[in-house]
Every structure is written in C-alpha cells, then in structure tokens.
C-alpha cells in the first residue's frame, strides 16, 4: 500500500535537531502462507532526535546525541549515543537503549568523498541472547555534491571563514591607512594557507570538500 511521510531537519556546525514521521498512513497488510493468512497494521511511528559537538582539544571532539521513538501502544524507545572524533577523520562509540540494547560504532574518513563505518549492537537481556548473537552493520557513505550553488561547505567553508577571519584581523592590526599593504599581506597569506592546505590533502589522499 503506498504510504508517505514528513520531517524536518536542522543543523548547524555543532548542533542538530530532527522530528520526523516516516509512514503518516495507518493501512493494512494481509499474507497468505501455507494456508494460514496474517494480518498487519502500520502505526504512524514518531522520531525526534537532537545531538551537538564541543571540542575536547585541538585533535579530539565529544559527540553526544540522543534519539526517541513512539508509536501507539507500544512504550517509548530511547538510544543514547556518544562518540569521541579525533581530528574528524575517526570516530568511535557506543550506544544504549532503553528496552537494553547495547552496541558499538566506529566509522573512518577515507577520503574527503567516502566514509566507511561499522556497528555491533546486542542486548543486555539474557531471553533475547537465547535467540540471537547480535548484529553486524556496515555503513558506505559516498558524497557526490560541493554545496549548493557550488559554494563550499564542510571543510571548505571551515578553511575559508578561517582565511577570511584572519585576513580581517590583519587589516585590523595596521589600520586602514595602510589596506593597501595590508590587503597585499593578506593575499600573500592566502596563497600560501592555500599551498599549505592542496599539499596536506594530496599527501593524504583528501580533497577539502568533504563537510565534517
């Protein structure tokens, strides 16, 4: 049965919030095997999350997020997630949810267009382990686009505030009188920031387009 759902999202460099409804349409489903007919009803499911970033040093960030569910009749679910970022490039975590689940996360900036991460979640409750070992999930993230109207985001835009913020304060120490000379030293800083970063990426593999 066709369905659709809602949502909204926003996000800045160090927070985000979500709320969404994925399937707005309770419909109904019927399976017909060996001889025997189920039935199924699709409740309108609920999702709010919300999570920020704070640096912890020059190298290392703490990321906490939270996300909870709700549909009728059923009690509401709550995943806890942290994770430490070292330079943006890797990440590693952990999850826990309120019916007892619990997991792992890491993921891994391969380059400035591909991401690469892995999860391991299970339960702390002896019935469910009985029957299951946990799983395993693998995640592939491919990023094809620059920004909108092609304008750097991410790391990009990150660099160029940087840039842009320094060449401001430069302008500031001389004064006005002197913008020529100034604006002369900004460019040449520019140039050279600018060298400085294409070297760093090459030497890595990366290509600074990538948003964190």
Same mark, same amino acid.
């Given at each position: $049965?066709?369905n +659709?759902?809602?949502?909204? !999202? !926003?996000? @800045?460099?160090?927070y985000?919030?979500?709320?969404?409804?994925?399937?707005?349409?309770?419909? /109904?489903?019927?399976?017909? =095997?060996? =001889?025997?007919?189920? #039935?199924?009803?699709? %409740? &309108? #499911?609920?999702?709010?999350?919300?999570?920020?970033?704070?640096?912890?040093?020059?190298?290392?960030?703490?990321?906490p997020?939270?996300?909870?569910?709700?549909? /009728?009749?059923?009690?509401? /679910?709550?995943?806890?997630?942290?994770?430490?970022?070292?330079? /943006?490039? +890797?990440?590693?975590?952990?999850?826990? @949810?309120?019916?007892?689940?619990?997991?792992?996360? $890491?993921?891994? #900036?391969?380059?400035?267009?591909?991401?690469?991460? !892995?999860?391991?979640?299970?339960?702390?409750?002896?019935?469910?382990?009985?029957?299951?070992?946990?799983?395993?999930? $693998?995640?592939?993230?491919? %990023?094809?686009?620059d920004?909108?109207?092609?304008? &750097?985001?991410?790391?990009?835009?990150? +660099?160029?505030?940087?840039?842009? =913020?320094?060449?401001?304060?430069?302008?500031?120490?001389?004064?006005?009188?002197?913008?020529? %000379?100034?604006?002369?030293?900004?460019?040449?800083?520019?140039?050279?920031?600018? #060298?400085?970063?294409?070297?760093?990426?090459? @030497? %890595?593999?990366? +290509? &600074?387009l990538?948003?964190?």
């Amino acid at each position: $049965m066709p369905n +659709f759902g809602v949502g909204v !999202y !926003y996000k @800045t460099d160090r927070y985000y919030l979500s709320v969404s409804i994925p399937r707005l349409l309770q419909t /109904e489903r019927f399976r017909k =095997e060996n =001889e025997q007919i189920t #039935h199924a009803t699709d %409740r &309108p #499911h609920l999702f709010a999350s919300t999570g920020f970033r704070t640096p912890l040093s020059a190298n290392w960030t703490f990321a906490p997020a939270v996300l909870v569910s709700y549909v /009728e009749a059923a009690p509401i /679910e709550i995943l806890l997630d942290a994770g430490f970022s070292y330079r /943006e490039n +890797f990440t590693i975590g952990a999850q826990y @949810t309120r019916s007892g689940g619990i997991g792992g996360v $890491m993921s891994l #900036h391969i380059s400035d267009g591909l991401q690469l991460g !892995y999860a391991y979640v299970t339960s702390s409750v002896d019935q469910i382990n009985r029957f299951s070992n946990g799983t395993h999930e $693998m995640l592939l993230k491919i %990023r094809l686009s620059d920004g909108l109207n092609g304008t &750097p985001s991410g790391r990009a835009a990150s +660099f160029t505030r940087e840039v842009n =913020e320094k060449a401001s304060a430069n302008e500031r120490k001389i004064g006005t009188k002197n913008k020529n %000379r100034t604006q002369k030293i900004v460019n040449n800083e520019k140039d050279a920031s600018i #060298h400085a970063a294409f070297s760093h990426s090459c @030497t %890595r593999g990366k +290509f &600074p387009l990538w948003p964190n």
